[in-house]
T-cell receptor, first 115, second 116 residues
Framework: DSGVTQTPKHLITATGQRVTLRCSPR?????VYWYQQSLDQGLQFLIQ???????AKGNILERFSAQQFPDLHSELNLSSLELGDSALYFC??????????????FGPGTRLTVL | AQKVTQAQTEISVVEKEDVTLDCVYE???????LFWYKQPPSGELVFLIR??????QNEISGRYSWNFQKSTSSFNFTITASQVVDSAVYFC?????????????FGTGTRLTIIP
């Protein structure tokens, strides 16, 4: 158990809908990352938050947004869903402090299926 | 731009054999970090090792060992005396140093099957 929790574990929805994925980082970790894993794109970085502020952005679609709350949990919002958004969405957390890139610990993922 | 290549898509070995998973990376930075993660059939990503670019010492952890060679931009992973529980997809990843560069760039993964 990495200490990172994600809910829900599975999500099935229809095209055009909006969903919210939730992540709680490990105790003490200030950085939260979101990644998408799909068969055609592999594991791709979406976005990073550090202590409530956006820190880095990857190939995240405009239909997707995220935020990190004062209690450090994070939510990834996916809207106007398309079939191609079906994927495994991972949240990861790291200490995120200092000059070194700490290891990231991953949650169990949320499997999103868009029908 | 940073890139990680795992040329071996799938490997199958018989239990107790040794197996090496290859990882080649590209980066323009002189300071960077390399990682290996394991994704078992259950789907989670399990952290295995982190190595920074200034530490070229090989690392051994039980049956696992890692060979980091800057001269060939490689960070290979060897499992000795493989076991069925080692069956998983293994990902090599890279991040560059600096504020806002902590994101991981992953290779495409190597699916390892250990045959009992």
């Amino acid at each position: 158990d990495s200490g990172v929790t994600q809910t829900p574990k599975h999500l099935i929805t229809a095209t055009g809908q909006r969903v919210t994925l939730r992540c709680s980082p490990r105790s003490g970790d200030l950085s939260v990352y979101w990644y998408q894993q799909s068969l055609d794109q592999g594991l791709q970085f979406l976005i990073q938050y550090y202590n409530g502020e956006e820190r880095a952005k990857g190939n995240i679609l405009e239909r997707f947004s995220a935020q990190q709350f004062p209690d450090l949990h994070s939510e990834l919002n996916l809207s106007s869903l398309e079939l191609g958004d079906s994927a495994l969405y991972f949240c990861a957390s790291s200490v995120g402090q200092g000059q070194t890139n700490n290891e990231q610990f991953f949650g169990p993922g949320t499997r999103l299926t868009v029908l | 731009a940073q890139k990680v290549t795992q040329a071996q898509t799938e490997i199958s070995v018989v239990e107790k054999e040794d197996v090496t998973l290859d990882c080649v990376y590209e980066t323009r930075d002189t300071t960077y970090y390399l990682f290996w993660y394991k994704q078992p059939p259950s789907g989670e990503l399990v952290f295995l090792i982190r190595r920074n670019s200034f530490d070229e010492q090989n690392e051994i952890s039980g049956r696992y060992s890692w060979n980091f060679q800057k001269s060939t931009s490689s960070f290979n992973f060897t499992i000795t005396a493989s076991q069925v529980v080692d069956s998983a997809v293994y990902f090599c990843a890279l991040s560059e140093a600096g504020f806002g560069n902590e994101k991981l760039t992953f290779g495409t993964g190597t699916r390892l099957t250990i045959i009992p």
